[in-house]
């Protein structure tokens, strides 16, 4: 749905634009009446100390809760704390190596009522690390990495003691000796003797490593229906291999990313233990094999649609995959389907046969165009995939005034990818990105009707801001090699304009246009969008947006359309809807509105 606002209209957006700004600035910039009162009533002044001991002071001095009521100080309590006040300033200092402080306190009431509690700090003299003592003992005390930890440890003679650094270094020896197999690790001796008065510390650390241990067999429960040839391809260690608790948890997380399966409880069986060898129990609780979910919705881009989709989630018990999608939209059409095929001997390597017909009727062109591509998928380190692909498309269009065509392609390709997303909650991303780059070309050699080669690169990222905030950046381009780019059917053209693309602007409406300014697409297309979205609650947010970008035939012809506006979210568990109304900063300076509402169940 594109809605054009008249005029005279626009001055009255203008208001409603500002009016939103102010009130998102102001939700995120002033902080909560009842903590500005406690802090008018009761002010705690530090000098003397600045940074990390600084904050560690005032966070110990922290108002305890019931000081305060109805915006006054309870006397008595008031009094109480100032005394008390000293002792805690000097554990304070303490984790930094200052134990003789000199600190003053003085408490002020104010003609109001209100105080203020002024503590003037002297650190003096911090402890220094006399002698220093670290063993290893046990069957790993020659281990490489542990030496060059205990080497490494940042306490060393004359250095000012500092239990923070203590703790974490201490911490970090433990946790190598873990990860390197020496589960029953632990420290015989750790302990720290100061002596205050002479400005002393000796520390005194000893870790056992115990024997080294190793993974053993692997037990599967639950998932009685799938090979275990295809339940071992998740699996992010071998028998025999030193043991290691984080890669347990990897494990889980590889089992539950294939979105087969409830739940995942993996299992090290100490009390089990083969020699040194540590058995694993993993308990699969699998998701229903048949899956078939509907959806109604609407889009700006789309208008109304219907979908529905079908899976297998373990067709012939062979734990492969098989999905089927079929869309119904007023400007398109689709129906697609999916075999995955995983390779048992290649963990993290699928295989997949896709065939799709689609169809396209919009104001730029009409197409409809049947495609099938085989490919393979190897997942390398990092969370990177390495996808090549061959597809063959047979597309029939018309694109402006122009006759109606017939184009067959032939196109081999490659695909990088990489994406790391933590949530919020399932469908809300907290914060991570998604990369993209594919080159894919056809030729004549191969059986096209032209050739070319096109490179595409897009990525997204999303990134916590101040308060409830979140920045969401967004950016795509592609550019295209080919000489007689008349002969390159839509799919292989590039449009911009939007929802996903340059909001303010029809679906697919920018790009070249031909002599009676029809857009007919582009050799290249750049698009980027900046978006600051601020949660008003759990299930609304509000969002301020600026789209930039256009498709065109060369650099020098490039002409930047920009859009600009505000938006409204609302969350559901089964999807966003999303409402936003945009400006042109370009060409008419119209208003449109998009509209973006899906419903699942």
């Given amino acids: 749905m594109d809605i054009f606002l008249p005029r005279k209209t626009q001055g009255v957006i203008r208001l409603v634009l500002v009016a939103a700004m102010l009130m998102l600035i102001s939700l ?34 922290t108002v305890p809760h019931g000081m305060v009521r109805d915006g006054r100080v309870q006397k008595n309590w008031v ?15 303490q984790p930094f190596g200052y134990y003789n402080p000199d600190i003053q306190t003085h408490l002020e009431k104010q003609a109001t009522g209100n105080y203020h509690l002024m503590i003037a700090i002297t650190p003096g003299q911090p402890v220094r690390i006399a002698a220093r003592h670290i063993r290893l003992t046990g069957p790993g005390a020659e281990e490489p990495q542990l030496q060059q930890e205990v080497a490494a440890f940042p306490l060393a003679p004359e250095a000012v003691l500092r239990h ?63 090979p275990e040839a295809i339940l071992r391809r998740h699996l992010a260690f071998a028998e025999g291999q030193r043991f290691d608790q984080s890669r347990l948890a990897r494990t889980q997380a590889n089992f539950l990313d294939t979105d087969k399966f409830r739940n995942v409880r993996v299992v090290a069986d100490r009390n089990q233990l083969e020699t040194n060898l540590v058995p694993v129990t993993i308990e699969l609780d699998p998701r229903p094999r048949f899956q078939v979910r509907s ?56 295989l997949a046969l896709s065939i799709e017909y689609e169809r396209d009727n919009i104001e ?27 597809k063959l498309t047979r597309e029939n269009y018309q694109i ?23 949530f919020r909650e399932p469908g809300r991303v907290r914060s991570g990105y998604a990369l993209q780059a594919e080159v894919r070309g056809s030729s004549l050699n191969l059986g096209s009707d032209v050739s070319s080669l096109q490179g595409l690169l897009s990525g997204n990222s999303i990134m916590p801001l101040f308060g409830s905030s979140q920045l969401i950046l967004r950016a795509e381009g592609g550019t295209t090699l080919q000489n007689d780019f008349d002969d390159l059917p839509p799919s292989m053209r590039f449009f911009a304009g939007g929802d996903q693309s340059v909001r303010g602007y029809g679906y697919k409406s920018l790009g070249p246009k031909d002599a009676e300014g029809n857009v007919i697409g582009g050799r290249h297309m750049l698009v980027g969008s900046i978006e600051i979205e601020t949660a008003m609650s759990d299930a609304w947010s509000f969002a301020l947006f600026y789209d930039a970008g256009n498709a065109f035939d060369s650099f020098s012809s ?40 899906g419903f699942a169940w």
């Fill in 28 to 61: 995120v910039s002033f902080p909560e009446t009842a903590s500005a009162a406690e802090d008018d009533a009761l002010s705690i002044i530090v000098s003397g100390v600045e940074g990390a001991m600084k904050a560690n002071v005032e966070a110990i001095l």
């Fill in 400 to 422: 402006a005034q122009e006759p109606s065509r017939t184009t067959t392609l032939v196109m081999p390709g490659i695909r990088l990818s990489q994406r790391d997303w933590s």
């Fill in 295 to 350: 959806g109604l919705g609407y889009g700006t881009d789309t208008g109304a649609r219907t979908s529905l989709r079908f899976r297998d989630q373990n067709p012939f018990h062979l734990g492969h995959l098989f999905q089927a999608d079929m869309l119904i939209a007023e400007r398109r059409q689709s129906l697609t389907g999916h075999y995955v095929a995983p390779l048992p001997d290649r963990p993290g390597s699928v």
């Fill in 164 to 226: 923070d650094i203590y703790e974490t270094e201490k911490g970090q020896l433990l946790a190598t000796a873990l990860n390197l197999g020496y589960i029953d690790a632990h420290y015989g001796q750790h302990e720290i003797r100061v002596d205050p008065d002479a400005g002393q510390a000796e520390i005194n650390l000893e870790l056992v490593t115990g024997e080294k241990h190793y993974f053993g067999s692997v037990t599967f429960m639950g998932a009685e229906d799938y």
């Fill in 558 to 597: 490039y002409e930047m359309a920009q859009g600009a506006g505000i938006g409204i979210r609302r969350y559901t568990p089964i999807g966003p809807i999303k409402l936003d109304l945009a400006r042109q900063l370009e060409d008419d300076r119209d208003y449109r509105l998009h509209l973006g509402v």
């Fill in 79 to 93: 009094r109480r704390f100032a005394r008390l006040a000293e002792e805690r300033v000097k554990h304070a200092l």
């Fill in 364 to 390: 730029t062109f009409e197409s409809s165009a049947l495609s099938t591509e085989a490919s393979l998928t190897e997942s390398l380190s990092q969370g990177f995939k390495t996808t090549y692909f061959i």
